[in-house]
């Protein structure tokens, strides 16, 4: 069962304009949630992240919004850059044994963003 | 500051053999986690550990094995390769298991043929 779902595998922007991804999740007990970006052939890099108890994080151009009734949360980017088209993970920590070390993973949605 | 270090980054081997993967984590960070990303099932939590101990496991068969030393280097070790097992490797450090500067390693690109 899948705890993590990005069913966008992937979404071509106009440079300058707004990115949305999406990330649902079935699991109530995630309490932090993380976007991570991966370029091919390179590991995931951390991008911005937000606790269950905020609604909204922004940093910079990246602004993530989590909505815990429709157990939802989605990412913006704005605006657009071409250095911005990558892969885009959705994850959450699995929280065994006490540690948040086990990320839990969305499929990614591959954003291409065109000049 | 050195990040995390993954050799070898590509490795070719045949159905059938073993494979030892290696991470050397952050400087000062004692625990590592392990991904496996395949093109059907995204990026998949193998194992963690922590000093030495295995604090967490995914569901993988046990053909996938981990350890890790004294000096918080890990290695994995997948054995009886199968031809599902051509991924990415991925392994990620941080200070003690929680999410403060948990960084990712490139990664070994494994391919069984």
């Known amino acids: 069962d899948q705890q993590v779902k990005q069913n966008s595998p992937s979404l071509s922007v106009q440079e300058g304009r707004i990115s949305i991804l999406n990330c649902d999740y079935t699991?109530?007990?995630?309490?932090?949630f993380l976007w991570y970006k991966k370029y091919p052939a390179e590991g995931p890099t951390f991008l911005i992240s937000?606790?269950?108890?905020?609604d909204k994080n922004e940093d910079g151009r990246f602004t993530v919004f989590l909505n815990k009734s429709a157990k939802h949360l989605s990412l913006h980017i704005v605006p657009s850059q071409p250095g911005d088209s990558a892969v885009y993970f959705c994850?959450?920590?699995?929280?065994?044994?006490?540690?948040?070390?086990?990320?839990?993973f969305g499929k990614g949605t591959k954003l291409s963003v065109k000049p | 500051k050195a990040g995390v270090t993954q050799t070898p980054r590509y490795l070719i081997k045949t159905r059938g053999q073993q494979v030892t993967l290696s991470c050397s984590p952050i400087?000062?960070?004692?625990?590592v986690s392990w991904y496996q990303q395949t093109p059907g099932q995204g990026l998949q939590f193998l194992f963690e550990?922590?000093?030495?101990?295995?604090?967490n496991k995914g569901n993988f068969p046990g053909r996938f094995s981990g350890r890790q030393f004294s000096n918080s280097r890990s290695e994995m070790n997948v054995s009886t390769l199968e031809l599902g097992d051509s991924a990415l490797y991925l392994c990620?450090?941080?200070?003690?298991?929680?999410?403060?500067?948990?960084?990712f390693g490139s990664g070994t690109r494994l391919t069984v043929v």
């Open positions: 699991n109530s007990m995630f309490d932090y």
């Open positions: 994850a959450a920590p699995g929280n065994y044994g006490g540690s948040q070390g086990n990320l839990i």
């Open positions: 937000i606790s269950s108890i905020k």
């Open positions: 550990y922590f000093s030495e101990t295995q604090r």
């Open positions: 990620a450090s941080s200070l003690a298991g929680t999410l403060e500067g948990y960084t």
């Open positions: 400087s000062g960070h004692r625990s």
